[in-house]
């Protein structure tokens, strides 16, 4: 499965949520009549009534949540695809983020960092956040100045980070 959206909170009283976008076509996955699976499973399977922008942030109405209490239920949950449903990129510089988490993280000399855990979708430019054995996450811009190669096929991705980066 797939994340696309995480709903962080409720927006009003008449049942609408906040979703925390995590993909690249959120005008694509986030329609009326869309279905997600999700995560706690429980939660679902949710099918958008509603979707709109609202200062920057995509506003989710649900159906048959109706009010600020059902909308309250539903904080924190990821919404999920199947990511055979997902078309992958075309273009070689471009990577669906199923691609790259579980990839190994090394620098340019090979050392191993960790492994891609999530890609998180910023207005700048994308972070790739990076579980370090017993150092805990790294974020890393998604820039090709940081992340010179990925190779999808060998499983890793080269990362040259400036000094102190990962010591954040």
């Not at 329609?31 to 920057?56: C, H, I, K, M, N």
């Not at 539903?74 to 055979?84: E, M, N, Q, Y």
């Not at 150092?135 to 096929?153: E, K, N, S, Y």
Request: charged content about 25%; glycine content about 10%; aromatic content about 4%.
């Amino acid at each position: 499965m797939l994340v696309v959206g995480r709903l962080t909170r409720p927006h009003g009283v008449r049942g609408d949520l906040i979703c925390e976008v995590r993909t690249d076509e959120p005008e694509k996955r986030f329609t009326s009549g869309s279905v997600f699976v999700t995560d706690p499973e429980a939660a679902g399977p949710l099918t958008v009534a509603a979707a709109r922008w609202y200062q920057g942030k995509m506003l989710l109405t649900i159906d048959g949540v109706s009010d600020r209490n059902g909308a309250e239920d539903l904080r924190g949950v990821l919404l999920c695809v199947d990511s055979a449903d997902v078309d992958t990129p075309t273009d070689p510089d471009e990577f669906a983020d199923h691609q790259l988490v579980g990839l190994s993280v090394v620098d340019v000399e090979g050392e191993t960092i960790g492994v891609v855990a999530r890609v998180d979708h910023s207005p700048a430019h994308d972070m790739l956040i990076v579980d370090r054995p017993g150092a805990g996450q790294a974020l890393i811009p998604f820039i090709r100045q940081m992340v010179p190669t990925v190779d999808v096929d060998g499983g890793r991705i080269v990362v040259d980070p400036p000094q102190g980066l990962l010591d954040l």
